[in-house]
């Protein structure tokens, strides 16, 4: 982290119930990094938490799969979700990437 990404996450919450960073995958899973997540506590984002570790209890697999698949679900799709662009949470989701930003940066 460069800088204290919480003043932003606040600013961005209002009327949302979960904020994650962007993750390009191709496989078509989703598009939301497992990493990165804010939840906002209110009493959906507390059935939604409770039922992604009851899953990652049965299913064996990547939690970001998981995720998604639960984002996904329709009972969970009344959710509100907020992507945060790259130039404000860049996880580096790729060594490829990372590489590429470290030599700009020189």
């Not at 996904?72 to 990372?98: C, D, E, G």
Request: aromatic letters at 12%.
């Amino acid at each position: 982290w460069l800088g204290n990404p919480l003043p932003y996450l606040d600013a961005v919450a209002e009327r949302r119930d979960v904020i994650g960073s962007y993750s390009p995958r191709d496989d078509g899973y989703g598009f939301v990094n497992g990493g990165a997540v804010y939840y906002i506590p209110t009493k959906k984002t507390k059935v939604f938490i409770s039922s992604l570790v009851n899953i990652a209890k049965v299913k064996q697999g990547s939690d970001q799969i998981q995720l998604n698949a639960l984002l996904r679900f329709y009972r969970f799709r009344q959710l509100t979700l907020r992507i945060v662009p790259h130039s404000v949470l860049n996880t580096h989701w790729s060594s490829k990437n990372r590489i590429k930003n470290i030599d700009s940066n020189r």
